[in-house]
């Protein structure tokens, strides 16, 4: 595996590839890589000829007081696990090299209608960093496919709308959740928790399956299916943020005549910030 560090020496790496008619699948992560990421690795392989992954952990996506400092960087680690898994160029730049003078992008790329609900009503400018440096390192890779873990599902709608809006030559794949025995949603973040924490956080995962269960049986409208479920995550230790059945497609409001739902749900246990959510027909 190769790794690279500088934005020219990596095109000048891949352009001998794209001569070469290979196909590039491009895996974008911030690190501290685990199970979830490695998967993504592994459907890249399936799509292409070569791999790259990157590891930048990004400061415009993190806002005052969020955890950009304390983020767990693990590169020598990650670097094993991306190798022993097949991966062919790692791409791994300082903050100066990403972005130069300021430290910050003059440029931004913003997608509206996604930058103001759920994550972003508690994160405000999140999605702005995270589709700002994608659309860069789209630019840098030039990748034919990129894939993204769905566990995060509004960031992957952001990314699929940037790309579609911006006439990016690029196929965005979305890779299923990842998951422990526990039903709990693999993150970098879950080595905030404890051991007992970690035990608590399984039941986000139950929460979502108890609401599709409920809301399939018809008894109970969605509001008070979303209010039960963060009032009982709450008595068991979590504080809310928000548990929301939407519209899979732009993750607005789901009303009683939308059949594709997706149920998000985002909670602080501990020092962790958890999301997870299902995705599903209603028939």
């Not at 996506?61 to 790692?90: A, I, W």
């Not at 791994?92 to 790329?109: C, F, G, H, Q, W």
Request: glycine share 6%; net charge negative; with cysteine.
């Amino acid at each position: 595996m190769h790794t690279i560090d500088n934005i020219s020496q990596l095109r000048s790496y891949l352009w001998q590839a794209k001569l070469d008619h290979k196909v590039i699948a491009f895996v974008p992560t911030m690190g501290n890589l685990h199970e979830g990421h490695l998967q993504l690795i592994d459907r890249a392989l399936e799509e292409a000829d070569l791999v790259v992954a990157s590891i930048f952990v990004n400061p415009l996506q993190f806002g005052p007081g969020e955890d950009f400092n304390g983020y767990p960087r693990t590169f020598m680690n990650d670097q094993e696990k991306l190798l022993s898994r097949g991966c062919h160029v790692l791409f791994a730049p300082t903050v100066e090299e990403m972005y130069p003078k300021t430290n910050l992008s003059s440029t931004v790329v913003k997608v509206p209608h996604l930058d103001h609900l759920l994550c972003a009503a508690t994160r405000p400018g999140h999605f702005t960093g995270v589709a700002t440096v994608v659309s860069k390192l789209f630019g840098i890779v030039q990748p034919d496919v990129a894939i993204f873990g769905l566990k995060d599902y509004q960031q992957f709608l952001v990314i699929k709308q940037m790309t579609f809006d911006l006439c990016l030559p690029v196929k965005i794949i979305g890779a299923p959740i990842a998951r422990a025995e526990s039903g709990l949603a693999l993150s970098s973040r879950n080595g905030y928790l404890n051991e007992q924490e970690l035990h608590q956080a399984a039941q986000l995962y139950a929460s979502l399956t108890s609401c599709r269960i409920a809301l399939e049986t018809g008894k109970f409208t969605m509001p008070e299916l979303e209010e039960q479920a963060q009032s009982q995550l709450e008595a068991i230790g979590f504080k809310r943020d928000y548990f929301t059945i939407c519209r899979q497609s732009d993750l607005q409001p789901a009303g009683p005549e939308d059949k594709e739902l997706a149920i998000v749900a985002a909670a602080y246990l501990g020092k962790a910030r958890l999301i997870d959510n299902i995705r599903f027909s209603l028939n």
